[in-house]
């Protein structure tokens, strides 16, 4: 089969003729991809920069691609409810199964086992024609497009899971910050109006991303780059700050932009993996009563609830297409902070 492969860190991914992946157990299922989404965790692996959850980088080539979508290729003897042609997007934490966090469905933070396809060195990603699945339990059954489909394994997912921490902050008269709107926060943008009300202030550093977040409810457009992004929402809020912020990117300036504006009883919610620190006076916190938390992925049921909102026309995926063959053209675009939404690799 045709698959781009990493060879070397830093470096194009190359297209290369590899051996199609075969069932190894009963419980295997091969899914032919349909399409897979480029995600910024993509780039730090090729740059040799992201280690795994255990601190590992793959062993070289290897084949990237998490966010994934496909059809069912073929299924091992013991694997039932799922048969050759059934379209299926890949739930890609793969967890040891038998922990506290993996019985309660959170595979995703699996202290024993966590590994993910296209990061950890044991399982191939889905930039490629075929991808092996160890197991049938990571498969979720769907209808529609594969290409909008594909990124709700992880950009629509985990902003969903974030989404949900900052539910009981919303309330008439509040104030949500949405700090990145590339292919996470759009996502959370269509999200916020569904758990509850609040007047959204979307951030970026790109005047285009913030003119498509006001197509998706964003009532504030903050270009970060601005002189000062303080002073510019405490005069959208009226001085009376943010009570929820969901921060996509994760940089020690967003970090220290959000504490200046997170409101008394306020929740800060970093998903973002830009390597940022906090500092935070301990005597704020005492005063505000605020939390501050992060958010990793989600769970197979939480993925099930957001494909149930894209069926039901609640939520949108924003993709650029590519073919998987272009994949570099899309890595440049998505380094140099010129996609909108979400790339998606297909055919
Ligand atoms: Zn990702
Ligand atoms: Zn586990």
């Not at 048969?83 to 038998?98: I, Q």
């Not at 990571?138 to 709700?152: I, N, Q, R, T, W």
């Not at 996609?339 to 690799?345: C, D, I, P, S, T």
Request: proline share 5%.
């Amino acid at each position: 089969m045709n698959a781009a492969r990493l060879h070397e860190f830093g470096r194009p991914l190359q297209w290369d003729d590899v051996p199609t992946p075969e069932l190894r157990t009963g419980s295997d299922v091969i899914v032919r991809m349909a399409a897979a989404g480029l995600c910024h965790t993509d780039i730090s692996v090729i740059d040799g920069t992201l280690p795994d959850i255990k601190g590992r980088f793959p062993a070289l080539p290897y084949i990237l691609g998490h966010e994934n979508a496909g059809y069912v290729h073929a299924v091992g003897d013991s694997v039932t409810g799922l048969k050759a042609g059934d379209p299926v997007l890949v739930y890609g934490a793969w967890g040891c199964g038998t922990c506290v966090f993996c019985r309660r469905g959170e595979e995703q933070r699996c202290p024993v086992s966590p590994l993910t396809p296209g990061i950890s060195p044991e399982y191939q990603g889905g930039f490629a024609e075929f991808m092996y699945v160890p197991s049938s339990r990571y498969l979720l059954k769907v209808e529609g497009s594969m290409e909008d489909l594909a990124p709700l394994t992880d950009a629509g997912l985990t902003s969903y899971r974030a989404t949900k921490r900052v539910r009981s902050h919303l309330s008439p008269g509040s104030f949500s910050l949405v700090i990145g709107t590339g292919g996470l926060g759009l996502y959370a943008l269509q999200y916020l109006p569904l758990f509850g009300s609040s007047t959204v202030i979307a951030a970026d550093v790109a005047d285009r991303k913030l003119r498509l977040a006001e197509n998706f409810g964003a009532s504030v457009a903050l270009n970060l780059r601005e002189d000062n992004p303080v002073e510019k929402v405490a005069s959208a809020t009226g001085g009376r700050g943010v009570k929820s912020i969901l921060d996509f990117v994760g940089t020690s300036a967003t970090a220290a932009l959000s504490m200046k504006v997170l409101s008394a009883d306020g929740i800060y919610v970093d998903v973002g993996l830009g390597g940022g620190t906090l500092s935070v006076p301990l005597i704020d916190l005492v005063h505000s009563e605020s939390s501050i938390t992060g958010s990793i992925w989600g769970t197979y049921e939480e993925l099930a609830e957001v494909y149930e909102l894209v069926k039901s026309g609640k939520v949108k995926s924003t993709i650029q297409k590519f073919n998987l063959s272009d994949i570099n053209s899309a890595i440049t675009q998505m380094r140099n902070g010129e996609l909108l939404g979400r790339a998606v690799l297909a055919g």
